[in-house]
Structures are given as C-alpha cells and as structure tokens.
C-alpha cells in the first residue's frame, strides 16, 4: 500500500538524479467568488503554486474577476456554457461531432471574448473543455481564434494537439465522481502518482509536460480538502518547477 512516505521517497530519487518534475495545478468550473473559491486561492498563495482556474464563459462574472485580482490565480477558458450537447446515451461533451462547426465556433469566439473583457490579460491562452473531451476537428478552431494550448486529462500521446496548440493536461483528480463523490482513498491516488512519477525518470513517459492536478473547488468536502493541501505540499518540497499557461506561446488576440 503506497503511502505519502513513498512519495517522498520517489521525490528523493529525483533530487539525487539531477531531475525536476514540471508541476501545474487546474480547478474547474469557476464563476463567481465564494468561501470555496477562497480557501482553493488560499491555498495557493500559501503554498506558491498558481491555481488555474477554468473559468465558464456564459456564467462567469465581474465580480469574479475583482476578486481575482491581487492573487495568484490565472483564469483559462473553461468552453462555453458548460452544456452537454451529445444525444443521449453518448459521453458528454460540448464540443463534439454533434454540433456544427459554425455553433462551435461562434461558442469559442463569444467565450473568448467574453473572458478577454472580463480578465484583460491576466487571461492566459488556453482552453479546457467540459469533460476533458473535444472532437479533433475543432482543435483548428482553437488554434484560428488565438489559443496556444488544450488541456484535457490522462497524459498527453504527443507535445501539441494540432498545428500551432500545445498540450497541457492534467493527470490525477482526487475525487471520486462515479461512487463517494468524496475523496478516493488516499493509498490509491498515492500510487497512481507514484507510478506516473516512475515512468518520466525512467523515461518511459514524457517529463516535458507537466504534471497536473485537477480540482473542482465548488464540490470539496474536507478530505478533498486535506488531500489536496498535503500533495501540493508534499510536492512543492520535491524538485519541482511551476508551469504557467502565462508560457504558452503567444497571446490571446
């Protein structure tokens, strides 16, 4: 049974070899502020890792972007409207083969700018969609309205989804969406991280990307919670670099 420990160990490993571990953190499904959203921002200014909030175009507001301002976190664009427009009995997703690509276009283009007036340039250039799932034939799309970079979950098969847009994703998610909806149990995300970590310093896996931790601040409970801070901790002792998506290249039009 893997235990934090081991983690620490592996970190060990990594120092002794001369090898940093890029490290990047995303939250979805951001608004509005809320006690929620100030204990994640919290974290984050306490801990020194950025907190990029994926922000729902349609939903988010203006009073979220003054409450950002000051802090650490950098908004990203989080699709649309965050609505399933897969037919029934088909994984979800906003962006799919199930929609013209003149909806979806016109989604991502008032999305993007709905965000650029809100947050200016604090937004960085790189899109999320619902679910962790798009259709290939959209990721052109992305690339023609300014984003430099997709992130979805698992690692990534190559650097760059399409021409000209990088991918960034995330790879361990501590909650439990299928059963608890809590924190899956501990030993598992441990080795599930261990096991990623193995693979990059043996070179099985690419180090290049970094690695992600997903949260969804609005549905926490305190074990998501105390997860969460203790990892982040944990790895920001390790040799660690943070990634921003501020890197990508280029800016948002």
């Known amino acids: 049974m ?4 081991d983690l620490e160990q592996e970190l060990d490993l990594w120092r002794q070899q001369g090898l940093t571990l890029p490290l990047w953190w995303r939250d979805d499904d951001a608004i509005a502020p809320s006690a929620a959203l100030d204990h994640l921002l919290q974290l984050s200014g306490d801990s020194g890792l950025p907190v990029h909030l994926a922000v729902i175009p349609k939903g988010a507001t203006a ?6 301002q000051g802090t650490a976190a950098i908004p990203v664009v989080h699709g649309f409207a965050h609505i399933n427009h897969a037919p029934k009995g088909r994984k979800k997703m906003e962006f799919g083969w199930d929609r013209s690509l003149e909806q979806i276009q016109s989604d991502i283009e008032t999305g993007l700018n709905r965000l650029q007036t809100l947050f200016g340039p604090a937004l960085a250039p790189l899109f999320v969609p619902p679910w962790n799932r798009i259709a290939p034939e959209v990721l052109p799309l992305l690339q023609q309205a300014g984003y430099r970079g997709l992130s979805t979950f698992t690692p990534r098969q190559r650097p760059e989804a399409c021409t000209g847009l990088a991918q960034i994703n995330t790879h361990i998610d501590p909650i439990d969406w299928h059963h608890s909806r809590s924190c899956h149990p501990v030993e598992m995300l441990l080795g599930q991280t261990l096991a990623l970590l193995q693979d990059r310093r043996a070179g099985r896996t690419d180090n290049t990307e970094p690695l992600g931790l997903l949260t969804h601040h609005l549905v926490h409970d305190s074990a998501i919670r105390d997860f969460t801070a203790r990892f982040i901790t944990t790895l920001m002792a390790g040799p660690v670099s943070i990634w ?5 290249k280029g800016t948002t039009p």
Request: proline share 0%; no cysteine.
């Open 63 to 68: 009073a979220l972007a003054q409450h950002l």
């Open 244 to 248: 921003s998506a501020h890197s990508l």
């Open 2 to 5: 893997t235990g934090w420990a």
